[in-house]
């Protein structure tokens, strides 16, 4: 058996879920990636990660992708890109609306639909950052309690943030507000604040 496997069966049994791990090349074009697919359960993880991490790491990354399957991050993050895309609509034909009833003629009644759509869409899209964001937390916190329940040392976890992200970093606040992932440096200090 792979050292992918052994790992793998070793998760299975201190998780909640039924789950396959695959081994590949890149993810999106990724060589240091691991990912979650929903349909078929499926948890990838690149040959790089492989190869760079230890196996206490390597089970922290696999069981992170678990708790995203656990949690049904997916699905909730589709539900709420969903809920934001027809707040957008209704927005937009509320304004139209207001502004066609108001005598505003074609030019300005398209300038504040446009208008409205930016703003909507850009909030919505905040929003949806903001939980990827926190189901990304969650899954931190989640993977670590399933390796380590399978036996693997917890410290592992901030370690292996640190070798994914090529060290730890602390971007500024755009890049914080814009990204679907915390720092690294804010999942370091968690997860290492977690493990003691």
Not at 103 to 129: D, E, F, H, K, P
Request: charged letters at 25%.
């Amino acid at each position: 058996m792979s050292r992918l496997g052994r790992i793998a069966n070793r998760l299975r049994r201190a998780s909640n879920e039924s789950f396959w791990v695959e081994q590949t090349d890149q993810i999106e074009g990724d060589p240091m990636q691991a990912a979650a697919f929903p349909d078929g359960n499926k948890v990838k993880v690149t040959t790089g990660l492989v190869n760079r991490l230890t196996d206490d790491e390597l089970a922290y990354v696999i069981g992170h992708e678990i708790a995203h399957l656990e949690g049904g991050h997916a699905a909730r993050l589709e539900r709420t890109h969903d809920a934001g895309l027809s707040i957008a609509k209704a927005s937009v034909r509320a304004v139209d609306r207001a502004l066609e009833r108001s005598g505003v003629g074609m030019g300005g009644r398209i300038v504040g639909a446009l208008t409205s759509a930016v703003i909507t869409g850009a909030a919505a899209g905040l929003g949806s950052l903001k939980q990827s964001r926190d189901l990304e937390r969650e899954a931190d916190d989640r993977g670590q309690e399933i390796s380590s329940s399978a036996g693997y040392d917890p410290e592992a976890a901030a370690s292996a943030i640190a070798k994914i992200d090529g060290g730890l970093n602390d971007p500024g606040l755009i890049q914080k507000l814009t990204s679907t992932h915390p720092s690294s440096c804010e999942r370091y200090l968690n997860l290492s604040g977690k493990s003691h």
